[in-house]
């Protein structure tokens, strides 16, 4: 009887032994996503991954049980979402190039394009990447894209919820231009280019790297406004230089090419991406002895109803 007890007594401190690291998931561990810093008319998307230790997964709910044995610890909790126009390899998220053999532009604008690098080291614009990696050319249709990097420190003896507050990471651009002067009319096109814009992010740093640039073209409104807008992944670099590109009727006269700083006008942009930034400007014409000439006055911020992130 009395080996019989021994025996018994011997399993328990066992058993017991084996109950150091104590599982979680009987205990009900939830991730909960909160996405209310976005822009509005952006709507939260279907699905994200998450990545929390050795856990990885896809999750189709704001708020969902994590099944997953998980030791007493603090890990290191990753959550993005697919989208278009980016690619994720760890926290490195990064845009993609503008495809060549995507819907040609207008024959005026591939012609810029084409020209582009060689005009700006004439007219000494290089100088705003030199020094800096630059990453060419990129899409501005990116897709609405949330992050969030934090530690979770998971704990024992119940439920527990972990609740991951979701950044944007996608900002909307919008420049709206109004031509002025005699030859407003024969205006047939506008383009333009902004350089210093980010190909990378680590959203767990929250670093911006590799000046690039992007290119849009502008459509005319009903008002006689020409109106643009795209999608950054944020800016870098020691500058930003926007370059409007005007087009002719009849190229009557050659293509005008006029270039702004916007670097101090796109300082906080990284910062607050959920506000859509709306910038206006007029293009002044003045009389000259080769006709005329013209110039982009200061682009100020535009607060216009009615305009939201699309």
């Known amino acids: 009887m009395k080996k019989i007890l021994i025996l018994a007594a011997g399993l328990a401190l066992s058993f017991s032994s084996c109950r150091i690291y104590d599982p979680l998931n009987e205990a009900g561990l939830v991730l909960t996503t909160e996405w209310s810093e976005r822009s509005e008319g952006v709507t939260v998307p279907e699905s994200y991954n998450v990545e929390l230790g050795d856990y990885s997964a896809t999750h189709t709910e704001a708020a969902q049980k994590i099944d997953h044995p998980f030791t007493r610890d603090t890990y290191r909790l990753h959550i993005w979402n697919p989208t278009q126009g980016v690619k994720v390899d760890g926290t490195v998220v990064t845009v993609m190039d503008l495809e060549e053999e995507q819907e040609p532009q207008r024959r005026s604008l591939a012609d810029a394009r084409e020209n582009l690098a060689g005009m700006r080291e004439r007219r000494n614009l290089a100088g705003t990447r030199q020094g800096e990696e630059y990453g060419g050319l990129l899409t501005g249709n990116i897709g609405w894209l949330f992050t969030s990097a934090m530690d979770a420190d998971i704990q024992g003896g119940g439920a527990q919820e972990i609740v991951a507050p ?130 982009i006055d200061n682009w100020e911020r535009i607060e216009r109803e009615g305009i939201t992130a699309e």
Not at 169 to 192: H, S, Y
Not at 194 to 223: C, I
Not at 261 to 268: F, H, N, R
Request: cysteine-free; proline content about 3%.
């Open 166 to 295: 979701m950044s944007q990471q996608v900002g909307e651009l919008t420049f709206i231009i109004e031509p002025t002067g005699e030859n407003a009319d024969r205006i047939d096109g506008i383009a333009g280019t902004l350089t210093g814009a980010a190909k990378k992010l680590d959203f767990d740093t929250g670093k911006h790297s590799v000046s690039s640039e992007v290119q849009f073209d502008f459509e005319k409104n009903a008002d006689g406004k020409w109106q643009a807008s795209t999608r950054l992944l944020g800016v870098t670099g020691t500058s930003q230089i926007m370059s409007v590109w005007i087009f002719f009727a009849e190229n009557r006269p050659d293509v005008i090419v006029l270039d702004s700083d916007m670097t101090e006008t796109l300082a906080g942009f990284n910062t607050n991406k959920k506000t859509p930034v709306v910038l206006g400007t007029q293009i002044v014409e003045t009389p000259s002895e080769a006709g005329f000439t013209s110039t």
